[in-house]
């Protein structure tokens, strides 16, 4: 076997690579990964293999599902530190470690789950981004402008004509 990180093209590592992209691991977090390319290799990859392109794009979108869930992970689950007394963890009546929740801990959870929920709307912006609704208004201006051009009166539903 080689010594050193791989940096040939081969259909295998890309599907493990795409596979952990569409888990939630980052470029970043895998490339430190002995056994991965290098971000430089990963990035002449885009480039130069169409395929590759495009089952990294995909595998990006599948992503915003792993932090989707990660988010309620989170906040079900990683908010606090287990209670310790004597280098032992201090377990409920189902031995369980009880938790300490406090603000640095609570901070920590949110700014995590901020960060997903933010990645998830880019990454997917018609299920996981922001509602967008357009009004439509006509104005004063606007109307009198159209009756100029056709010739008609053209009344606002704030006209008080009586």
């Excluded at 995909?58 to 599902?65: D, G, H, P, T």
């Excluded at 009880?98 to 920590?108: E, F, K, S």
Aim: hydrophobic letters at 40%; one cysteine or more; a negative charge.
């Amino acid at each position: 076997m080689p010594a050193g990180r791989p940096t040939t093209y081969t259909i295998e590592l890309a599907d493990l690579f795409c596979e952990r992209i569409a888990n939630g691991e980052s470029m970043r977090s895998i490339g430190r990964d002995a056994d991965m390319p290098a971000l430089s290799t990963i990035f002449k990859w885009l480039r130069e293999h169409k395929q590759f392109s495009d089952q990294y794009a995909i595998a990006k979108e599948e992503s915003a599902e792993a932090w989707a869930d990660d988010i309620v992970d989170i906040a079900d689950n990683q908010v606090g530190n287990p209670l310790v007394v004597d280098d032992k963890p201090m377990l409920d009546s189902e031995g369980r470690p009880i938790m300490v929740v406090d603000g640095p801990a609570v901070n920590h959870a949110r700014l995590r789950v901020d960060s997903r929920k933010w990645a998830a709307s880019k990454l997917k912006p018609k299920k996981y981004g922001d509602k967008v609704t357009t009004e439509h208004a006509v104005t004063d201006e606007l109307a009198s402008l159209l009756a100029s051009i056709d010739g008609t009166s053209v009344g606002l539903p704030n006209d008080n004509k009586d």
